[in-house]
Structures are given as C-alpha cells and as structure tokens.
C-alpha cells in the first residue's frame, strides 16, 4: 500500500494549470486590495507634511511678532525663512509645499493684504494633493484651522487641528 503511494506521488511532479491560475487570482485580489490603499496613505503623509509646515509657520509668526512689538504687519516668507529655515518657500516658484501669508479678518477667509497688526493667515498647499492647510489668527486672537480639498488628511467640514 505505501509502495503504491510513493509510486503515484513520484510520477506526479508540479503544479496543474488551475491551481496556478487560482493562485494568481488570489495574488491579483490581494493587490487590487492593497494598492489603493497604499496610495491613500502616501497623500494622507503629504498632507501631514502640509500642516507640519502651517504650525512651523504660524511658530514663526508668533516670534516675529514677539520681534516687532506684537505686530505681524510686514511678514513675508522670506523675514520667516530668516527666523526658522525649515519654513516652505513661496508659491510663486515650483517648490511645493509652497506657504502663503495674507492678512486675516477673523472670520475664517483671508484678507488679500498683507498680515495686518493683529491677526495673519498662513497658507500651506500639499505637494501632491494640492490640499491647503490654513491657520487663521484673528485680531482678537482667535486661532482657525482650515483646509480645502478632499481625501488625505483634509477632513469632511474642513476643519483641522
């Protein structure tokens, strides 16, 4: 009896075509599972970088108008890239991601001046998800976090912190 067994599992060698067609069906399910989802993660850590960058900006902010008796009038990237370096260039070139500074009137939309003495909006547009992250610092002091877009790390509402 086990003389016939050896037998038949000797003259049986590899796999037959179904169970390698199965196998690759298996394989081909799992990827279409797990791609997307890897892509999702990758715009989800663009996005984190986007507000990692609005806080080191709004960090800045603060210490030039600790600087300059308490104002944010005549802040531009280039006075905060003075203060930390680790603060994104501007939007006008390719770099992204790119930062923004306008002036704020509390109310969560940016002014299209300059930051005024008491209040500022950074901007911070993600590098592939063109997301923008906001930090609003209204005249009274007030602090906003906003973001536009869809998916990544911009939640439903807009809202961010």
Not at 36 to 59: C, G, Y
Not at 127 to 145: C, E, L, P, Q, V
């Amino acid at each position: 009896m086990l003389n016939k067994f050896r037998v038949r599992a000797q003259s049986e060698s590899g796999f037959t075509l179904v169970e390698l067609l199965v196998v690759m069906l298996i394989i081909g399910l799992l990827a279409a599972i797990a791609i997307p989802a890897f892509f999702n993660q990758r715009n989800k850590a663009n996005d984190a970088s986007a507000k990692e960058s609005a806080k080191t900006s709004q960090t800045a902010m603060e210490t030039y108008a600790t600087d300059n008796s308490g104002s944010y009038v005549g802040a531009d990237v280039a006075a905060l890239r003075l203060i930390e370096a680790a603060v994104p260039t501007d939007c006008a070139g390719a770099a992204r991601p790119c930062l923004t500074i306008s002036g704020s009137n509390g109310s969560n939309v940016a002014n299209a001046g300059a930051p005024t003495a008491g209040g500022y909006r950074v901007t911070v547009t993600a590098k592939t998800t063109g997301n923008t992250f906001s930090i609003d610092r209204a005249s009274n002091g007030t602090i906003s976090y906003v973001c536009t877009g869809t998916g990544g790390g911009c939640p439903t509402g807009g809202a961010w912190n």
